[in-house]
């Protein structure tokens, strides 16, 4: 039977069209999720010590392409709602919101470059992502630094108090925006059936459940011994001592899954005991 070319190529277009929409609507809805999550750690107008959304965006431009870079700004306007007024929009709005797109983007794009096999993400690649986040949570405080400065003085005390809480929340969060960016290219990749095979054959055997049980009684302990004070974050590096050895002996990949888990049952305890998480976050 025959099928004309112009046929194929509409519903070629079709496809596209549709899987575009898809990934828009997940960009879009993924950043608000995370925008949520930022407000509960928001220190000052402007200043959250746990920003996700951004590094995760920037990982999404580098799977998705540049023509998702409208989406990113969309998804920037729109993902402070309910708490933002986007209905009084303004320029004191917008120096951010341009801030983080030209500077996550640019980075996104960089890393497409720098890696166009996106499916596989190797070690190598892994050590050069965690530099460019590091490098990106630099530059959009420094850009935070020079649009904050008062025009009659040197910087305030205001925002030398506020901007390493912004440096570590564009870093902490990035860093946090990985290992699910991770688990979300895996899903993508592999689909669900391989994950749950995954979790069976691989994370759930005795030895990997020692060590997470190791982890998370760590983490608790930690916490559960700082008696009361910020000064039990030193206790934190503690937990380096089992996330190394399980990236020893079973690779990368299982060790920034469990430093994931470590970081994230510590943080927990951290809010259910009432205590300052920015201890936690800043190591």
Known sequence: MFVSSERTDLTSRMTGQRQFLRNALFFVLSFWLLNQVVYLFEVAEGVSIFYPPSGFAMLLIYLFGAKYLPVFFFAILVGGLPQRDVFNYNLEMLIPDVRMFFIYGTAGLILAKLNPEKKKLSATFYYTLMLIIIATALLASAVFVMVAI???????????????????????????????????????????????????????????????????????????????????????????????????????????????????????????FGYSYYGMLEV
Do not use: H
């Open 150 to 272: 008062d025009t009659d003085s040197t910087l305030s005390t205001r925002w030398r108090d506020q901007v390493p809480l912004f440096f570590v929340g564009n870093l902490t969060g990035a860093l946090t925006a990985l290992p699910i960016f991770t688990f979300y290219l895996y899903v993508k990749s592999n689909g669900w059936k391989r994950l749950k095979l995954t979790i069976t054959d691989v994370i759930l055997k005795p030895d990997k459940l020692t060590a997470f049980l190791i982890i998370i009684s760590l983490s608790f302990f930690v916490v559960f011994l700082g008696k009361y004070s910020e000064n039990y974050s030193s206790y934190y590096y503690l937990i380096l001592v089992p996330i190394i050895w399980t990236s020893v002996k079973w690779g990368l990949g299982i060790g920034l899954m469990c430093a994931f888990i470590g970081n994230l049952f510590t943080l927990s305890f951290y809010v259910l």
